[in-house]
């Protein structure tokens, strides 16, 4: 599976938009982006996923570049319950293929 | 559905003890994940099962770690004997064909 980068840690206002960048240059053609995040003590949640269109869902939006390289997940109205560590992850949905969690985006949403 | 279910949420034993950690897939998942975390090394897949068979447990760290999956609707992980290093979270997934892993609320780890 193709490596991600994404920055350590982020602040975000509560009620402003956070929008939390991922580069995974290396992605291969048939390789999706997965975020997860996990709040502190929690297993990780699902959040959303795509292969090259914009997706939204109740939670997130997907933004993923037109050349695949790169993506932001964009939370609208970020509150303090979203404050967690964000992880980019990109994978062939095929079955048995694992998730490679990296470090992640520590983000923390201030009142 | 209640979601992936782990038992105990918390578990504190002495070394040298038998430890065993429980998981409830969700219902008609038929892939099932144990993951480990701890702060050095992060997350880390330690096996996972197919239909109940064992896949890849390439991540079990040695032979102290056993994992069984007896039915579609359980599974457990063994820690015979256990040392403080295996202290940590443990965290059970499952998914639907290999797609998007669901995980449970883990079951913290503490070996003294």
């Known amino acids: 599976d193709a490596k991600t980068t994404q920055p350590p840690s982020m602040d975000c206002a509560e009620g402003r938009a956070a929008n939390l960048p991922c580069n995974h240059s290396t992605i291969s053609g048939n390789e999706y982006v997965y975020w997860y995040r996990q709040i502190h003590s929690q297993g990780p949640q699902y959040i959303i996923h795509?292969?090259?269109n914009n997706e939204t869902n109740e939670m997130a939006s997907l933004i993923i570049t037109e050349d695949r390289k790169s993506s932001t997940l964009i939370l609208p109205h970020a509150t303090l319950r979203d404050t967690a560590v964000y992880y980019c992850i990109v994978r062939v949905p095929i079955t048995g293929n694992q998730f490679y969690f990296g470090t992640g985006t520590s983000l923390t949403v201030i009142p | 559905d209640a979601g992936v279910i782990q038992s105990p949420r918390h578990e504190v034993t002495e070394m040298g003890q038998e430890v065993t950690l429980r998981c409830k897939p969700i219902s008609g998942h038929d892939y099932l994940f144990w993951y480990r975390q701890t702060m050095m090394r992060g997350l880390e897949l330690l096996i996972y099962f197919n239909n109940n068979v064992p896949i890849d447990d390439s991540g079990m760290p040695e032979d102290r770690f056993s994992a069984k999956m007896p039915n579609a609707s359980f599974s457990t992980l063994k820690i015979q004997p256990s040392e403080p290093r295996d202290s940590a979270v443990y965290f059970c997934?499952?998914?639907?064909?290999?797609?998007?892993?669901?995980f449970g609320p883990g079951t913290r780890l503490t070996v003294l």
């Open positions: 795509g292969l090259k």
């Open positions: 997934a499952s998914s639907f064909w290999g797609e998007t892993q669901y």
